[in-house]
């Protein structure tokens, strides 16, 4: 047998810290412009942020934290938040960020999981942290992201200043080289249904991930582009945009906590901005403002939507009567989080445009570095014809091998299965139909719950809208569609229902329709479908009256309570 031939190249580790020094050394000039908690628009460059990010990592080193140790961020997009992603991860240590929407009782549970050594936070968590304290004594120190002038003094826990522990230091520093396999960053799942998961990516998925996303067919970040992420630095680092940016030079426009469609549009506006990216939900406040308003980008171009399903409606606005290029994406904690991202080809760019359009709705093509299936309850590979259901598993050097902290790996026959139930069409096109919780299975046959939404949504009077599985003497399952009116509009069951006329195959169309005044929401936005599916447990479909099984007779609205907001759904209130 020959030995293998082994090539002759730098072997340099794939490292964060070469993001960073990349973009200070070619990108110097480059601004990094945010809107401060402290109330003001604050611009540096690339050169400023890896110094800062150098001092900070001095600083901690001084506290006595090790490589391979956990500091966590409590803090909304700003230049310190971006800071505490390199001057941690940078020399070795792990940088924790913390979902600050999650409930406290939950944060805690993420904080000791995770065993954080210390805490970075913005000021406006100064009542979050005070709470968190005393459930979580391994923390050696919490520190406030600000000034001296701006430090909160209602604290009952003891913080350190961060602008003090930065002056302390000079940044004549060093990124050291580590091993591209040592964790980088840890994010945990939102936890939906039982504790928090970590997933703890290396430092080669990072750095791998950020070449991904900038990808052409991926976000196609460039150093032209100014971009202003909205989706959180705390929410799966925010799609790698803090990684992609310093790796291509594009400008970073960071909001603070201002996410109101106003505040949004002003900054987007004075700073020129080509590119974002965040979930459906903000962009819904986006869009009621631009209305409001009468108002119209002048400078953005392009927006990455997932998180969850983009609706149809949404893309029509945004490129229909703004011109703005609606990038449809998925993916998750577990793949750092990018999967797919809905761009065409060639070939599909000369088809009809409705037939485009049709395409670049689903959640798309995979990235070079994710592999996906689909699979049948036999385990066996699905056709990818664009009708077959099936369980999404996904494989690639930024997909997660186990969870952090736990023994069993979650992998089946080397692939993660996602939770998500999906087709693939004939273009390799993925469409998410639900997350398998979620699915609505009637008569044996399987109901999309998100097309049955985006129907509804796409309704003048609707706000938003839920589609759940109601138990049905006949069919086992039909759907309930849960509605949420449009301030100041009406629409009817009736007329609702009829709206569907032609729109969705006709044994999709939901059984019954109730309206609320708010749907559920996890800490991530996500309509939180477990609780909508407790409360109308009991619900009794009209369909099923008289059947055979059907032992209850339909509730009317009124017994059903349906005006009263269901505890436990809001935001973390502590928050803001
Ligand atoms: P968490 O799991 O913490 O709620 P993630 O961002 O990891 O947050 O959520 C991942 C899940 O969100 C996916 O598995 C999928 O169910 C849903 N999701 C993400 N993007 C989309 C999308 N474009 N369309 C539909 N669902 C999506």
Partial sequence: MTMPLYGQ???????????????????????????????????????????RAKRLAQALIALGVESGERVATLAWNGYRHLEAYYGTAGFGAVCHTINPRLFPEQIAYIVNHADDSFVLFDTSFATLVDALAPHCPKVRGWIAMTGEAHMPLTMQTPVLCYETLLDAQDGDFEWPAIDERQASYLCYTSGTTGNPKGALYTHRSTVLHAMGASMPDAMCLSARDSVLPVVPMFHVNAWGIPHAAPLTGAKLVFPGKDLDGKSLYEL?????????????????????????????????????????????????TFEDEYGIEVIHAWGMTEMSPLGTLAKLTWEQSQRPKAEQRKLREKQGHALYGVDMKIVGDDGRDLPWDGVAFGDLHVRGPWVIDRYFRKDESPLIDGWFPTGDVATIDRDGFLNITDRSKDVIKSGGEWISSIDVENVAIAHPAVAEAACIACSHPKWTERPLLVVVKRAGMDVSREALLAFYDGKVAKWWIPDDVAFVDELPHTATGKLQKLKLRERFRDHVLPSSVGIEGCPLTPLDDAALDLSTPLAGTRENPSVQ
């Avoid at 973009?23 to 890896?50: K, M």
């Avoid at 987007?268 to 962009?283: C, K, Q």
Wanted: net charge positive; with cysteine; aromatic share 6%.
């Fill in 9 to 51: 190249m730098m072997d340099v580790p794939l490292t964060v810290s070469s993001l960073i020094a990349h973009a200070a050394r070619h990108f110097g000039d480059t601004e990094i412009v945010s809107r401060r908690i402290e109330g003001d628009l604050h611009r540096y460059t690339y050169r400023d942020c890896e110094r």
């Fill in 268 to 316: 987007m506006e004075a700073e020129r901005v080509t590119y974002s990216a965040g979930v459906p939900t903000v962009w819904l406040g986006l869009l009621n403002h631009l209305r409001d308003a009468k108002a119209r980008f002048t400078s953005l171009e392009r927006t990455v939507i997932g998180g969850s399903a983009c609706p149809p409606a949404m893309l029509r």
